[in-house]
């Protein structure tokens, strides 16, 4: 039994000499020793040596020669059991008798086992190449590439790929090259430096050329092609203004099997916007919405500015409501803008006047333009009670109203006629301690004026020249116009000469319409006359066809003067 064991241990310490002195062997004859070596018999001689005596002196249990070997528990039984077969001991120790046969039998593969050496680009190659590439060669790129002997490595090309102030055009026409060699495989890594090379050089033929390249690349290369490459080609479109390149590009996301997200949308969008090709880049935005692929705050309100100045504010207020679902607010200039534009049209007020509860706090207190522009459209649409109502939700929620919109509300009221609400506006205004201008008599006066009274314009006007020293043209025209309506030339005539005394110069409408309404109502073409000689003392032109109707009316007079002289003498 000891013999057996005596037997195993050489051998074990024999392959293990071996294995430290071939250290450069073939991985085959490596995986040949292991094998030897984790052969049940070897493997269980090794363990028991590790615990033998002399392996572990320090162990207190360890046994001397002292030691009756009766008294350790290691039967023949259980050495049967480490080493079932006596044969397989022998069948080793045949094994390491016989190695120094093996090793000389035994064929080496040179290379086998040692690591890959690292690839070193050919520096006079690639120098023929730049210089080749940074050259105009008209069209004989690929002859002369194919008498350099180049070998295509990935590293190789990335490194000419990656070189600036290389032509894009020769950069197509390179890589098209490299392509036509089957044992080139085409990389994602490659292909995003070539788009980035050829994004340097911002030329609109060599983009198409490279997106022609592009579309080849996905056909044949499956796989190959990433959402960034494809994203980098949309934004240097944008970048050009190709709008409608940009959005082939975007077509053609799922025949490259490649997932738009937040960037693809966004740079779409810009790129289509643009060129003002609203409807499509609505439909962009409507696959955006379904897949919930929202770029930041800052592009959301740039897409949402896109689309308030191409007239789709509509369309924009849905983006808007649904980045607000989900927490993202665009900046403030942009809600603003939205609201602004939300009022232009009838039907989307209601959508403005409903965004004005999001302003609260700090953002409330200094929103007074998207409130007056909801004003001043609720005004338009005649929804003055509208009006009024947002007016008195300023007034105790904020942001405080200032004399624009006041006058928006009382000009609403007066062209509608309904001066006891205007004039109530009117107290409402002073009693906030602000100061009615100039604009805001005169809407009054119209509004009085046109309802043909004159004395509570007159009213009107007394206060507005105690508050203000210098009142407009327009204040006078007013007035002068209801004074006409009702036929009270005189009075009209008296404004006039009131115009030149506070030193408010009339212009040409004030005369203009003075004088048809005296030649077309009062047939006093002698007061016309004197009013045109006034005119033109001043330096105002008046037009060719009132100068006729003053003319027309004299001559009228004329007729009938004659005609009736005629009768009396008959």
């Known amino acids: 039994m000891w013999r057996s064991i005596a037997a195993g241990s050489r051998l074990v310490a024999r392959n293990f000499g071996v294995a430290t002195e071939k250290v450069q062997c073939s991985q085959t004859l490596s995986r040949n020793i292991s094998r030897s070596l984790s052969k049940p018999s070897l493997y269980r001689s090794s363990r028991f040596l590790s615990d033998s005596p002399a392996a572990n002196p320090k162990n207190e249990s360890s046994f001397s020669p002292e030691t009756d070997l009766s008294s350790l528990s290691f039967g023949e039984n259980e050495y049967a059991q480490m080493d079932p077969s006596a044969d397989a001991v022998e069948s080793n120790d045949n094994l390491g008798e016989n190695y120094d046969t093996q090793m000389e039998n035994f064929d080496f593969i040179p290379g086998e086992g040692k690591e890959e050496e690292a690839y070193e680009i050919d520096g006079d190659k690639l120098e023929n190449v730049l210089s080749l590439l940074q050259s105009s060669v008209d069209g004989y790129l690929e002859s002369s590439l194919d008498s350099f002997d180049l070998d295509l490595h990935e590293d190789f090309v990335l490194k000419v790929l990656e070189t600036p102030l290389v032509l894009g055009e020769n950069l197509v026409c390179f890589f098209k090259w490299v392509m036509k060699h089957p044992e080139y495989k085409v990389t994602s890594g490659v292909v995003d430096a070539l788009v980035k090379a050829i994004c340097s050089s911002v030329g609109k033929k060599d983009v198409y050329a490279l997106w022609d390249l592009v579309k080849e690349i996905g056909e044949k290369e499956k796989g190959v092609l990433t959402v960034e490459i494809l994203n980098e080609l949309i934004a240097l479109f944008s970048k050009l203004g190709k709008g409608k390149a940009a959005f ?58 896109w689309f308030c100045k191409g007239g789709k504010a509509k369309e924009a207020h849905v983006v808007y409501t649904l980045v607000k679902e989900k927490k993202m607010y665009p900046p403030q200039s942009v809600v603003n803008f939205l609201i602004s534009s939300l009022c232009q049209k009838d039907e989307t007020v209601k959508l403005a006047l409903d965004m004005l509860d999001d302003f609260s706090g700090e953002g409330r207190k200094y929103a007074i333009k998207p409130f007056s522009s909801v004003i001043r459209s609720l005004c338009r649409m005649k929804d003055v009670d509208g009006a009024k109502t947002l007016l008195s939700k300023m007034i105790s929620e904020g942001p405080p109203p200032g004399n624009a919109v006041f006058n928006s509300v009382i000009s609403a009221y007066s062209k509608a006629g309904d001066m006891t609400p205007a004039m109530e506006m009117l107290k409402l205004m002073r009693s ?132 009736g002289e005629a009768l009396v003498e008959a």
Request: proline share 2%; aromatic share 10%.
């Open 248 to 305: 082939e590009v975007f077509n053609k996301f799922g025949d490259y099997s490649c997932v738009a997200n937040q960037e693809t949308y966004y740079f779409t969008i810009e790129a289509l916007s643009r060129r003002k090709i609203f409807y499509s880049a609505w439909s962009v935005c409507e696959k955006m919405i379904e897949t919930g692929s929202f770029p930041d705050s800052e592009k959301v309100g740039k897409i949402i500015s």
């Open 432 to 563: 906030r301690g602000l100061k009615p201008d100039v604009y805001t008599y005169t809407v009054l006066m119209s509004g009085y004026a046109n309802g043909g009274q004159m004395e509570e314009a007159c009213e009107i006007l007394n206060e507005a020249k105690k508050n203000h020293s210098r009142l407009s043209p327009v204040t006078y025209h007013t007035l002068i116009r209801g004074y006409c309506k009702l036929e009270e030339f005189d009075n009209a005539l008296k404004l006039l000469n009131e115009m030149k005394d506070v030193g408010v110069q009339p212009n040409v409408d004030e005369y203009n319409k003075l004088i048809q309404s005296l030649c077309l109502k009062a047939l006093d073409w002698r007061t016309a006359e004197k009013l045109l000689e006034d005119m033109k003392l001043k330096g105002l032109h008046l037009n060719g066809i009132t100068r006729a109707l003053i003319r027309a009316v004299k001559e009228l007079e004329e007729d009938a003067i004659e005609n």
